[in-house]
């Protein structure tokens, strides 16, 4: 693994951190709010619309192994703080949980860049704590504010194992329009860029 691949932190202790969090005595749940909602990657027992406050789902975190590479990074979206997000929560099964919780940290915690925060997450059936991948503006992997010209290059250029990041956005905006989310932000930016190629 390249230098700027190599972990920030430990994802195991992080792991073993959230696992002790979560305590194993209920379902796990888990909040999405980007890929997750379209392609979860693991097993639940129950899905429901949702809404964090305090958090708001940004286009704003750098991806060099999904959606880009260490030499042409893409990107990917973070959970920031300040306002709020709606999204969709997953009930794991609690004898399942461990296990789902394993895969997700091998998914999302390669490079130990999220910090993993149980949230309330308000849902029409009432409110679950869940765990979601939030992200810090002082990490290295946040973008900061990003012109239009550079997500015009980052969105041509941009590939992972995962695929583009044009791709990734796209599909983001798709799954949140099908369960009844706006995100005007993406859909502004998405906008702006599609002019560029009519």
């Excluded at 792991?15 to 097993?43: C, K, N």
């Excluded at 900061?144 to 983001?172: C, K, N, V």
Aim: charged share 30%.
């Amino acid at each position: 693994m390249s230098e700027v691949l190599k972990p920030l932190r430990d994802p195991q202790a992080l792991l073993e951190q959230a696992l002790a969090e979560w305590g194993g005595g209920e379902d796990l749940w888990v909040f999405a709010y980007g890929s997750l909602i379209w392609r979860p990657d693991f097993d639940y027992a129950e899905r429901r619309p949702a809404r964090v406050n305090g958090w708001h789902r940004a286009l704003k975190m750098w991806s060099r192994i999904n959606r880009g590479t260490p030499e042409r990074p893409g990107l990917v979206f973070a959970l920031l703080s300040g306002g709020c997000c709606r999204g969709m929560v997953f009930r794991i099964p609690r004898e399942a949980s461990e296990e789902a919780l394993r895969q997700l940290w091998r998914r999302e915690m390669i490079t130990a860049v999220y910090d993993a925060r149980w949230l309330n997450a308000h849902t029409p059936q009432g409110p679950v704590r869940a765990l979601a991948f939030t992200l810090s503006r002082a990490s290295p992997n946040h973008t900061g504010e990003l012109s239009l010209d550079e997500y015009r290059a980052i969105f041509a250029q941009a590939r992972g194992r995962y695929g583009t990041t044009h791709e990734y956005a796209h599909l983001t905006l798709e799954e949140l329009r099908r369960h009844d989310i706006r995100d005007r932000n993406l859909e502004r930016l998405l906008r702006k860029l599609q002019h560029d190629t009519e």
